[in-house]
């Protein structure tokens, strides 16, 4: 049976206006957490230097090290934090309860890292600031390979809204 044009071309506009809203959706919630995303790439490269550092650093090198992370994390890693536990954890904790695992593992991270940041001496700075490269390196890979695909497919549009919106406290 012939379609008549005029139906057939309302079916392609309808599949092309379906198309372009998906597309739209997509560039839009990229952009949402493009900022955090940012932060991660800051986080991977800082987690590499420090590694190779504790590996092979001087005591020159390790004591640099050590006021590198410290002010890396007063600076921007703590902030990071709480833009994800308010924004993120916090809705899964109570919307998106089927994700808690994940989330109550990257938490575990977070309050790992906060504990171990002002333990760092020298003496110990070699194993402490190794375990922070990796805890931080396999902590911001999850993130971005695990969760911000759950955030994208089940954050509602203005549950992504106040991701990109997030204002720190005082
Ligand atoms: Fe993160």
């Not at 198309?19 to 959706?25: E, I």
């Not at 006021?67 to 994390?73: I, L, M, R, S, W």
């Amino acid at each position: 049976m012939l379609i008549p044009d005029f139906i057939f071309y309302l079916g392609i506009r309808v599949i092309i206006s379906v198309l372009s809203d998906w597309h739209n959706k997509i560039m839009k919630r990229a952009e949402q957490l493009q900022k955090l995303s940012r932060e991660h790439h800051g986080s991977l490269v800082m987690a590499k230097n420090i590694a190779e550092i504790a590996e092979s650093g001087s005591d020159a090198d390790l004591l640099e090290a050590i006021k590198t992370v410290a002010e890396y994390y007063d600076d921007e890693l703590e902030l990071h934090f709480q833009h994800e536990e308010r924004t993120i954890f916090s809705l899964i904790f109570g919307e998106y309860r089927e994700h808690i695992a994940i989330a109550t593992t990257l938490l575990k991270e977070h309050g790992f890292i906060r504990m171990l940041i002002p333990k760092l001496t020298l003496e110990t700075a070699r194993i402490d600031l190794a375990e922070f490269a990796l805890v931080l390196k396999n902590h911001t890979r999850m993130e971005e390979r695990e969760l911000f695909p759950i955030i994208e497919e089940l954050f509602s549009d203005e549950q992504l809204d106040a991701i990109l919106d997030f204002v720190p406290l005082d």
